[in-house]
Each structure stands twice: as C-alpha cells, then as structure tokens.
C-alpha cells in the first residue's frame, strides 16, 4: 500500500501545476475529441486519464514481478516536465504529451520483447558497428538546429541519432567488457605507471573515445561528446576496477581539448564562454548570464510557480528548464529533482548488484549511469560549472528523441530487475 500512494506524487504535481496555470488564467490547446468540455474540464479529463492509465500499468510491473520504484520516479520527473512545458511553452504540451505516451508505449514493448534483446549482447561487434553508423549520419546526412549538426530532418520530423547511439553504446560496452574482462584486468605490459593490456583489446576503447571527439569538433556537440566519453569511462572501471584506463582516457581527452581549443574557433568561443560569460553578456553568453540570474533569483524557495520571468532565457523549454526550476521552485526544489535521478540510480545499481551475469550487470549499471551522468552534465552546465552543453535533461526537457531514447533505457532497467530463475544466461 506504500508503494501505491506514491503514484500519488506525480499526479498531484500535475493536479497542482494545471491548477495553478488556470487559476492564472493561462490558455491551453484541447485535443480535438475533448471540445465539447471547457478547457479546465479538458485537462482534467486527461488527467484522470492518465491517473487511471498509471495505475493500470503500474499493477503489470508488479504482477510479473517487475521493479516498479523506478516506474514511479520516471512518472515523478514525466511529471515535472509536462508542468513546466505547460507553463513555459503551452503550444508544446500536446506534442509532448503525445512523446510521453510514445515513450510508455516504447517502455512497455522493451519490456515485451526483452529475450531478443538481450541476445544482441552476444554480438559486441555488431552493436559497436552500429552504433558508429548511427552516429556518424550526422556527418553525412546531419542538420544544424540550435549550433549544433547532430539532427536528421525526416520530413515534419526531427531526430537526434545521438539519443539512440548512446544505447548502443551502453550495449556495447556491456558486451564487450564482460566477454574481455579478464584480459583486461590482467595486464600483460606496463607502461611508466600504467598496466595496460595488449593495444588490440583497448582498440575499440578508444575509437569511442575518438568518436566523442569527432561528434564535439565536426558536429559540435559538446554535451554528447562527455556523455559518451563519460559513460566510457566509468564503465570500464566498472568491469575492470583499473585506475590506468581511467588516467589513460583523461589524458587522451584532456590532449583531444587543447588541440581542439588551438584548432577550431567554435570551441574556443565555447570554452571562453565558461570561463568568463560576462565579456559578452547580450551576446554569445546571453543564455548562460540569464540562467545564472534566474537561479539568483530563486533563492531557497523560489519565486512561487508561475511567478517567475524564466522566459527571458531562449530555448528555456529544453536545455535551459533546470533554470526555470531554480528560479521558480527554488534549491529546494532543484535538489528535489537531482534527489530523483540519485534514487534512480541507485536504484539501477541495487538490480546491477542482484545479476549473476557481468554483462546483464554491466548493462544495468551503464543504463543507471547513463541516465545521472546525462542529468549532471546538462544541469552543471546551466550553473557553469562546466561549459554550456545541448543535451536535454532526461524525462523533463522538451523533445521527442529525448524522451523516447530515456523510456528505452529505463525499460532495460525495468527488464533485468525480474528476479533470477535456475541459472544464469552467462
């Protein structure tokens, strides 16, 4: 019964964020086959709806003895997200409802078909050639939308394959981790302090490291460059528990970042930014010196919701909402919602602990991962502790890529929670 009044949260948060926005008298677009009702009466149709959809789903999880912990926080943050769209850019709350419902739909089909996927972590290989395929039709294909070219345009739509590549990554790296593990950790040379296996088994390491690079210089893509370089990182100690790859990689990348700075203007002009975003407060760090007033503002309890001015920061809705959170909900608020995604995490870690398969235990580690790792680089950079990135923060942030990419993740997550049966697949 505990479990259960925890859906209350997020439904409360919708009840209290639509009825605070009508209550200001804000205007929302009714679908098409709720007309007939007012629009107050419209959105809590849909609200009922979706109370009586989660609850639906919820009782699923549990019956086959699925994790649901982490079914409720996603629902926390979809949550969040749908106010704040609401409030900040009304004309997008349809549409981002329609990727949340997308999201679900995909959420539940992972879960559905989880033995097929599961076998793509026989094929390390396979999935590393994909995911280098999905990742580099930007380069060839690629469209330049807010600075950065790392979106398709299929038509009315707009895909980041990034979103999609990380998985396979994840993947990836579980696969091939695991099946080299021992190679890995049993270095057969030293090189000054460092115990390093033969290069041929560090190889595919270190295209992905590589590969980060590539995405930051060529598509500008700062956000997705750490995310990959990141989760690289920390899944290798994670399999191997090796402080070499760790001190490797860094100064691979720290190598990668100096020559970039010295070659390429654009990554100067990022990096200038960060360190001093007052040299051109109307200009190019416009975004950065609004979101740092809007999060002065906040203080401890925030303006109130909906009392606050976050629209004067562009784009708000997608990179820059943790800042309208700041303002509004305040730092309570704010460490409320990094609260969340540390519970998500740890949660993924406590069904990483509980496989008896490295590579299932690899890839619900990396999926935990990957989802706190995404959430800290984004929000460090709307507070400037690191440079301005154009990742999206997950389940809250505007975008369908985003959106359906994290349901995908958390839905392997979901899937490797089910209790162990006889022996393992390893």
């Known amino acids: 019964m505990k479990e259960k009044s925890l859906l209350m949260a997020p439904l409360g948060i919708l009840i209290c964020g ?54 409720v926080i996603i629902l926390t943050l979809a949550s969040i997200g749908l106010t704040e769209i609401a409030r900040l850019k009304p004309e997008l709350l349809v549409p981002q409802v ?13 879960i559905r078909f989880w033995r097929p996927l599961r076998s793509l972590l026989n094929y390390p290989y396979l999935l590393g050639l994909a995911c280098i395929v999905i990742l580099g039709l930007p380069l060839l294909f690629g469209t330049e939308i807010g600075g950065s070219r790392n979106w398709l345009v299929l038509g009315p739509v707009s895909v980041q394959p990034s979103e999609f590549g990380k998985i396979l990554i994840v993947f990836f790296l579980a696969a091939y981790l695991s099946s080299h593990r021992r190679v890995l950790t049993l270095p057969a040379r030293k090189i000054l302090f460092l115990r390093l296996p033969p290069l041929r088994f560090i190889a595919p390491l270190i295209c992905i490291w590589s590969l980060a690079v590539l995405m930051f210089v060529v598509e500008r893509d700062l956000g997705s460059a750490l995310l990959f370089f990141g989760i690289a990182v920390l899944m290798t100690y994670m399999a191997t528990g090796s402080k070499s790859y760790v001190f490797l990689a860094l100064l691979f990348f720290g190598a990668a970042v100096v020559i970039s700075y010295l070659a390429f203007g654009h990554v ?12 051109d407060p109307s200009g190019m760090a416009y975004q950065v010196v609004q979101s740092l007033f809007s999060f ?7 303006t109130g919701f909906g009392y606050g001015h976050p629209g004067f920061i562009p ?5 820059f909402i943790f800042a309208a959170i700041g303002e509004e909900w305040g730092l309570v608020g704010s460490l409320a919602i990094l609260l969340c995604y540390v519970l998500l995490f740890w949660r993924g870690i406590q069904i990483a602990l509980t496989r008896q398969g490295d590579s299932e235990a690899l890839l619900a580690a990396g999926c935990a991962s990957l989802v706190l790792l995404q959430a800290f680089i984004i929000i460090a950079g709307v507070i400037k502790f690191l440079p301005l990135t154009g990742i999206t923060l997950p389940f809250i942030s505007y975008g369908g890529s985003s959106m359906v990419s994290g349901f995908i993740l958390l839905g392997l997550l979901v899937s490797l929670s089910r209790k162990e049966r006889g022996r393992s697949n390893e």
């Open 296 to 302: 002065g503002t906040g203080g401890i309890w925030g």
């Open 315 to 319: 784009e708000v809705h997608t990179d």
């Open 18 to 71: 639509f009825g605070v926005l009508l209550l200001k008298g804000q205007t929302f677009a009714v679908p098409s086959y709720l007309h007939w009702l007012p629009a107050g009466g419209a959105w809590l149709a849909v609200l009922g709806i979706a109370a009586i959809v989660s609850l639906f789903l919820y009782y699923i999880l549990h019956h086959i003895g699925l994790d649901t912990d982490i079914y």
């Open 268 to 279: 100067r002009v990022r990096f200038d930014i960060w360190l001093n975003p007052w040299q």
């Open 98 to 110: 329609c990727w949340l419902t997308a999201g679900l739909i995909v959420f539940f089909l992972v």
